[in-house]
């Protein structure tokens, strides 16, 4: 809008008659056309147009000045409103400039503070696992230790247990030995105080007339500690009663048998206190 009213205030004056000349007669030229389509071609007329001249007028100095100080003004004006407007431009550039810049600090910032925030999470995280594998090595450490103190528990536990089974098996052994040497030492008391025994009352035992080969008599005799004889019985007879009486009297004639008195009493009472003797004619049997 500025421009064309610039452009109109330029025309003023002699450019400006001119251009109202030409636009009236435009003006009269139509309307003749107009006129003249009206009517019919037998009524047409020749119509002389007016002549219209022009003069020539020359421009006013007063008028004339007035508008080179308007234009002077309006260029003025214009220069600066371009001045203002690249100031305005300028000052725009910087703003965005400036925007930019603090866009793309804050940019910057935000990548700065993202990546220390990423390498304190990383860091956090290493520090979670190192933890982690801290304790899980503490954990197994103490796991070792424990199966390490089990281990050498069980060791001890089995040195002991090892040792107390030599003890036991010494004592064992001792008791054994003992045990042997006291069944040697009792075996060879009852096989003394049997020998006794039968070489006694074979010495008295008189066979009678009827004994024959094969038979047989067992006898079973209780005694005290002291060697004296309680009772004799026959508990299988050999089937012939002068037999049997005979070794009966044997028995009888021998005792008591004193040497027996020297004897241990459990080793008389397992032995001696109850005795079986047999009585064959061959011999004198236990």
């Not at 069980?154 to 054994?176: C, K, T, V």
């Not at 035992?205 to 006898?219: D, E, T, V």
Request: proline fraction near 4%; glycine fraction near 2%.
């Amino acid at each position: 809008m500025k421009g064309t009213f610039n452009n109109v205030v330029i025309y003023n004056g002699y450019p400006l008659s001119v251009v109202v000349a030409v636009t009236f007669h435009s003006v009269i030229l139509a309307l003749l056309l107009y006129l003249q389509s009206g009517r019919s071609p037998e009524a047409l007329e020749l119509v002389q147009p007016t002549v219209v001249k022009a003069l020539l007028v020359q421009e006013n100095p007063q008028v004339a000045n007035e508008r080179k100080r308007l234009e002077r003004r309006q260029q003025q004006q214009r220069t600066r409103e371009q001045e203002v407007a690249q100031q305005a431009a300028e000052a725009e550039r910087q703003r965005q400039e400036q925007a930019d810049a603090r866009a793309e600090e804050q940019r910057v910032e935000e990548q700065r503070k993202a990546r220390d925030l990423a390498s304190l999470r990383q860091r956090q995280e290493q520090e979670k696992l190192d933890a982690e594998q801290l304790v899980r090595e503490a954990e197994e450490q103490n796991e070792l230790e424990e199966e390490r103190r089990r281990q050498r528990e069980l060791i001890e536990e089995q040195r002991r247990s090892e040792a107390r089974e030599r003890d036991r098996q010494r004592q064992i052994d001792a008791a054994d030995a003992a045990a042997a040497e006291v069944a040697t030492s009792e075996f060879e008391m009852v096989q003394s105080g049997m020998a006794i025994i039968q070489q006694a009352v074979q010495s008295v035992w008189s066979r009678p007339p009827s004994a024959r080969n094969g038979m047989r008599a067992i006898l079973q005799i209780r005694m005290l500690p002291t060697g004296e004889l309680l009772d004799a019985v026959i508990t299988q007879s050999s089937g012939d009663p002068a037999f049997d009486r005979s070794a009966e009297n044997a028995v009888y004639s021998a005792a008591p048998f004193r040497e027996l008195q020297a004897l241990p009493i459990n080793v008389f009472n397992e032995n001696f206190r109850s005795l079986s003797l047999i009585f064959q004619p061959e011999d004198l049997l236990n």
